[in-house]
Nanobody, 115 residues
Framework: QVQLVESGGGLVQPGGSLRLSCAAS????????MDWYRQAPGKQRELVAA???????SYADSVKGRFTISRDNAKNTVYLQMNNLKPEDTAVYYC?????????WGQGTQVTVSS
């Protein structure tokens, strides 16, 4: 079973940038798609960005134009580049791999946007 490990979170000021990484222990192409979710305190987990095996991307309206999902096949890693961060982007960010009807989650990485 492929495991996913997120990294790259931290504290950043409003308007700043972070790049999150999701490293897979095996070949990421076993997944039909890879997603980034986030969960803020007291809120439901929400889909932020998705990347299919074929390379199609999609984004939540709240992050369009600011976040970019990408992958490095050689490193079996998916990234989430986050620019122009806002306080409302504060959350734990999770990577998920989707294979058939199953989802495989990482442990999450905290992103805090605050001055």
């Amino acid at each position: 079973q492929v495991q996913l490990v997120e990294s790259g979170g931290g504290l950043v000021q409003p308007g700043g940038s972070l790049r999150l990484s999701c490293a897979a222990s095996g070949n990421i192409f076993v997944f039909d798609a890879m997603d980034w979710y986030r969960q803020a305190p007291g809120k439901q987990r929400e889909l932020v960005a998705a990347l299919t095996r074929g390379g199609t991307t999609s984004y939540a309206d709240s992050v369009k134009g600011r976040f970019t999902i990408s992958r490095d096949n050689a490193k079996n890693t998916v990234y989430l580049q986050m620019n122009n961060l806002k306080p409302e982007d504060t959350a734990v960010y999770y990577c998920r791999g989707v294979r058939l009807v199953s989802g495989y989650w990482g442990q999450g990485t905290q992103v805090t946007v605050s001055s």
